[in-house]
T-cell receptor
Framework: AQSVSQHNHHVILSEAASLELGCNYSYGGTVNLFWYVQYPGQHLQLLLKYFSGDPLVKGIKGFEAEFIKSKFSFNLRKPSVQWSDTAEYFCAVKRNDYKLSFGAGTTVTVRA | DGGITQSPKYLFRKEGQNVTLSCEQNLNHDAMYWYRQDPGQGLRLIYYSQIVNDFQKGDIAEGYSVSREKKESFPLTVTSAQKNPTAFYLC???????????????FGPGTRLTVL
């Protein structure tokens, strides 16, 4: 079955540590890729997106993601996290039928 | 202040009762969506509507119904046929829906439904 996989369910790290969240998808053909973030008590909001061109995409709050087509991956990175990055992160893929499929989410806890 | 509102924030119902969740947007978006969020499963698409008076089933439509009589409103009814209705329900909207890969979805605050 076609799916979006996020490798880590819960990540705990200290402030200033580097963060990388894995995302793999199994859809063939052209896809559009997204990372959404849900901060505690807030709406789900877009962090960054990839449609075409440079596979390294920069988003808000210092996040970036790299699309590697050969690996069907779209991993999210941040070089130095802050306590305020504590949130749940969702990878999503826009399929050929233009519907969004979401991964299960990764909860990130940053310790001060 | 533009955005998507969902009401109520928390909803409790007895088993066997139908319940309707509200979603309103003032972004002038054509497309609206309903998702269900369960722990460890991410968001799953229930129904979506690309234009007024038209809607399509998503991946998990069984036990749910929707209507789209107005552009700004897309209520979701959780019927008694839904076997596991307790969940967090998210409504979203986008400018024009299918056909545009750059079309971004904006999400509401969600309604947490608990069926007792």
């Amino acid at each position: 079955a076609q799916s979006v996989s996020q490798h880590n369910h819960h990540v705990i790290l200290s402030e200033a540590a580097s963060l990388e969240l894995g995302c793999n998808y199994s859809y063939g053909g052209t896809v559009n890729l997204f990372w959404y973030v849900q901060y505690p008590g807030q709406h789900l909001q877009l962090l960054l997106k990839y449609f075409s061109g440079d596979p390294l995409v920069k988003g808000i709050k210092g996040f970036e993601a790299e699309f590697i087509k050969s690996k069907f991956s779209f991993n999210l990175r941040k070089p130095s996290v802050q306590w305020s990055d504590t949130a749940e992160y969702f990878c999503a893929v826009k399929r050929n039928d233009y519907k969004l499929s979401f991964g299960a989410g990764t909860t990130v806890t940053v310790r001060a | 202040d533009g955005g998507i509102t969902q009401s109520p924030k928390y909803l409790f119902r007895k088993e066997g009762q139908n319940v309707t969740l509200s979603c309103e947007q003032n972004l002038n978006h054509d497309a609206m969506y309903w998702y269900r969020q369960d722990p460890g499963q991410g968001l799953r698409l229930i129904y979506y509507s690309q234009i007024v008076n038209d809607f399509q089933k998503g991946d998990i439509a069984e036990g749910y119904s929707v209507s789209r009589e107005k552009k700004e409103s897309f209520p979701l009814t959780v019927t008694s046929a839904q076997k596991n209705p307790t969940a967090f329900y998210l409504c979203a909207s986008s400018i024009q829906g299918g056909g545009d890969p750059m079309d971004e979805q904006f999400f509401g605050p969600g309604t947490r439904l608990t069926v007792l």
